[in-house]
């Protein structure tokens, strides 16, 4: 049966665009959301206002004559992180959020922090002026197993950081486990958890069974069926805590088909439908618009966007391409192998 739905424009509260030949490629992808959290994890990373303000200016210069579309920029936290640059950064408007990446837990991650205590001085700044800090919550500890990660970020980290500076409001990015939905619910207010796209769609066995999908394969890395289930309960319960953050994150599809492929899953042009078939198969299309396009931006504290999205049902599965021509190579648009039923109105 054919389907309608009408919603504000989404946003996107986790996305990657990289920069150069590759952002140019990719940047049109994102035309079905208004706004987007952008990572600041280049090489170099975007570490002070000045290189977050050069970093927009590049995205903004490079945007498709006709896409309607506003960065919101990101500090990236080092232990060297000056709290009055970003306590500028943030008054002049520039920066929404600074991004905590625990050193060498993801793609262009080296850079990042080692010792909670030695940024100490920048998150107590961040809760006195308000500003956001998104974090990727996993340890690297080697002695840790990859799927506990999560969770013992959460002990170690998260759970001390919230009772040591409850005031700081907290997004907890790409959300992968029950216990990180947990910690959230159990949270205040301030405290918001992201849901990528591919977590939501699919769990450890997708990846691994009948052999390795590359295309698969992100960090914070796809967790078992029951964890899955959690973050489809949580993403679609209708808590305003939880929303939209696709960590859609573009590489050269033959650098994640390589003996030692990179991590990340590119999901932005059809990541808006495979949600909306999401909520359609939790029942719970009625909460679709607080998930994309409300909860977000309450967080954030921004207005909502006032133009509206209208998405269809169709009987038959919707194409979509196999990849998006760059200038850096072609990359692989994520596809779980299910049929996908919705798409966006152009």
Not at 138 to 157: C, G, L, N, Q, S
Not at 175 to 186: L, P, Q
Not at 208 to 221: D, E, K, N, S, T
Not at 303 to 332: C, Q
Request: with cysteine; glycine share 6%.
């Amino acid at each position: 049966m054919s389907q309608q739905l009408t919603i504000r424009r989404p946003d996107d509260w986790h996305l990657h665009l990289r920069d150069g030949a590759m952002m140019e490629g990719v940047l049109p992808a994102s035309r079905d959301v208004a706004r987007a959290i952008i990572m600041p994890n280049l090489v170099p990373p975007v570490v002070t206002g000045e290189q977050a303000a050069a970093y927009r200016d590049r995205i903004l210069a490079a945007l498709p004559e006709g896409q309607d579309f506003t960065p919101l920029m990101t500090l990236y936290l080092t232990e060297d992180t000056s709290p009055d640059d970003v306590a500028a950064a943030h008054a002049s408007g520039l920066v929404k959020a600074v991004k905590l990446y625990p050193a060498g837990a993801t793609t262009n991650s080296a850079s990042g922090v080692k010792n909670i205590s030695a940024v100490m001085p920048v998150l107590e700044r961040m809760a006195e002026i308000g500003l956001s800090l998104c974090v990727h919550g996993e340890v690297t500890d080697a002695d840790v197993d990859i799927f506990d990660r999560e969770a013992v970020y959460i002990d170690r980290v998260l759970a001390p950081l919230r009772r040591n500076l409850p005031e700081l409001k907290i997004t907890m990015e790409h959300v992968t486990t029950s216990d990180g939905v947990d910690f959230i619910k159990d949270g205040a207010e301030n405290i918001a958890g992201t849901f990528t796209v591919q977590h939501l769609v699919l769990n450890r066995n997708d990846m691994l069974v009948g052999g390795i999908r590359p295309h698969f394969y992100c960090l914070p890395i796809l967790k078992r069926m029951d964890h899955q289930k959690a973050l489809r309960a949580a993403a679609t319960s209708g808590d305003p805590r939880f929303f939209n953050g696709t960590d859609s994150a573009p590489h050269a599809t033959h650098t994640k088909e390589n003996a030692c492929g990179c991590a990340g899953v590119f999901s932005a042009p059809v990541a808006v439908a495979w949600i909306a078939q999401v909520f359609e198969e939790e029942n719970a299309l009625d909460r679709l618009e607080g998930f994309l396009s409300l909860n977000g931006p309450k967080h954030y504290g921004m207005p909502v966007n006032e133009d509206r999205i209208t998405l269809s049902r169709s009987d038959k599965p919707v194409p979509f391409p196999a990849a998006v021509e760059t200038g850096a190579g072609p990359v692989t648009v994520f596809d779980p192998g299910l049929p996908l039923y919705w798409k966006i109105n152009d």
